[in-house]
């Protein structure tokens, strides 16, 4: 048996709501855990692929179990959950800014969805070369470090425009 097919048996065996869920089906049906896993991840892939709704399945996969387990790195005592999914949280509004000024192309490209999903999985993966950590400290990162500058320069000359404009049409608005 391969490293991986090793790793994921371990991760189906874990207890918590997959291990639980998982378990109860293998005892109800008498079919192991690790193909009742592999049949879903084969029938969602396939669904991503093919099925309706597919969009709104893949923006359910790459939200739900990110915004969980990132209330659960805000209620945890250490630093280090927190910093990797507010990484996560940072590519994945990159991506979602990059997918919508791309998407009436991106849409055209078969199996996109089974593509992105794999890629928000990707990101999301519990291991410290996940595409989150990747992307954000091989581009976004240095990008940042380079350009956070002018950045703050450009928003704090916004700000004070907006303020110039509340307080002229707070003034006009007042009664003589």
């Known amino acids: 048996m391969g490293a991986m097919q090793q790793s994921f048996q371990e991760f ?14 293998e005892a109800k049906s008498g079919v ?18 093919f099925g309706y709704g597919a969009s709104l399945l893949c923006n359910l996969i790459g939200f739900t ?12 005592s250490t630093k280090d959950d ?9 590519v994945y509004g990159l991506f979602s800014v990059a997918e919508f000024f791309s998407d ?3 849409y055209w490209f078969p199996f996109y969805y089974a ?24 581009f976004i990162r240095p990008w940042f470090l380079k350009h956070h500058q002018t950045v703050d320069n450009v928003l704090s000359d ?19």
């Open 82 to 90: 927190d910093t990797m999914w507010l990484t996560y949280w940072v």
């Open 158 to 176: 916004l700000s004070g425009r907006a303020l110039n404009v509340a307080s002229a049409a707070s003034r006009e608005g007042r009664p003589a």
């Open 65 to 76: 179990y990110p915004a969980y387990v990132s209330i659960k790195a805000i209620e945890s």
């Open 104 to 106: 009436t192309f991106l």
């Open 12 to 25: 189906l065996n874990r207890p918590g709501l997959l291990g639980d869920l998982l378990g109860h089906l």
């Open 115 to 138: 593509g992105k999903c794999l890629f928000l999985v990707w990101c999301m993966a519990p291991v410290s070369w996940n595409g989150s950590q990747f992307l954000y400290r091989g």
């Open 32 to 49: 192991k855990r690790y193909y009742l896993a592999a049949g879903f991840i084969g029938f969602l892939g396939l669904y991503l692929m």
